[in-house]
């Protein structure tokens, strides 16, 4: 089991930053990819950026890159997600996943799920 608990969300104005946090626990956590999902209200959940175990891969939707940068402290066993340029359209509940493997992370697909925290971003 792995347990992931995201934090860092809240009420930005357009063009402004955020970072996510997604800490995780767990005992195959230092050896999952990890991932970040939204959700927009009425929209289906979609992927944003995938990391891979070691750091080494990371995928972003072609709607954040050059935007969002997807990072892992593997001391820490944290995931970050760093949201610059933010647009109205960014708002969304963020999710946090972790898989074994990065390739279902892209898929969205995932064996493990957060809360989600919300991000709101005002025009």
């Known amino acids: 089991q792995v347990q992931l608990v995201e934090s860092g969300g809240g009420l930005v104005q357009a063009g402004g930053s955020l970072r996510l946090s997604c800490a995780a626990s767990?005992?195959?956590?230092?050896?999952?990819?990890m991932g970040w999902f939204r959700q927009a209200p009425g929209k289906e959940r979609e992927f944003v950026a995938v990391?891979?175990?070691?750091?080494?891969?990371?995928y972003y939707a072609d709607s954040v890159k050059g935007r969002f940068t997807i990072s892992r402290d593997s001391a820490k066993n944290t995931a970050y997600l760093q949201m610059s340029s933010l647009r109205p359209e960014d708002t969304a509940v963020y999710y946090c996943?972790?898989?074994?493997?990065?390739?279902?992370?892209?898929?969205?697909?995932?064996?493990?799920w957060g809360q989600g925290t919300q991000v709101t971003v005002s025009s």
């Open positions: 996943a972790a898989d074994l493997r990065h390739s279902s992370l892209r898929s969205g697909k995932a064996d493990y």
């Open positions: 767990g005992r195959t956590s230092g050896t999952s990819a």
């Open positions: 990391i891979s175990w070691n750091g080494g891969i990371t």
